[in-house]
């Protein structure tokens, strides 16, 4: 039997196993994929530019390097769901869980270029100064899809309202990678990647320690 040729089509749901491989495999891959967010006021997809992975167990850098919490629970269940968080006690950002089940790997959504439903973010993201600081870093990305901590756990393979969808993935020559924004722990682990200049990607910023005063 001939090899097929068939191209996946691009508004079709990412499959399980796509998210069921290790999370070093997973990251880089998702780059190009859109994410998807069907809500009561309106839809918005946004086209993935720049992601980080964490390893768990592996990665002092991971909220799960010391086990599982109420917290990041999500993170130790199967993989092709969704992992929200509350940080600095005023943002969420989202990871999507990667691996088998107990191995807590996900990938931090960082950056993405809102493809449709541009009405709709630019009415939730009023402080843009322009579309392309749209979803420009984790917290504005969670902001533009209106994803909220009551998110977590949501199954991105399914038919529910939040998918990841096949997209348009750059060729391996257009994907760059270097370390992590902002971590204390791990800092120079290489495991951001994104999509070689596009302007939608965040800007580095290394982890600065706080100095005590008095």
Known sequence: MPESNTVPDPTGVLPRTFFDRPVLEVAPDLLGRLIVHDTPDGAVTARLTEVEAYDGPNDPG???FRGRSKRNGTMFGPPGHVYVY??????YCMNLVCGPPGMPTGILLRAAEIVDGLDVARKRRPAAKNDRDLARGPARLVEALAVTRSDDGADICGTGPLLILHGDPPTKDHIRTGPRVGLR??????WR???DADATVSTYRPHVP???TG
């Open 185 to 190: 722990d791990a800092p120079d682990f290489p």
């Open 210 to 212: 706080k100095r005590r």
């Open 62 to 64: 991971s909220h799960a």
């Open 86 to 91: 509350f940080t600095y006690g005023m943002h």
């Open 193 to 195: 990647f994104w999509i």
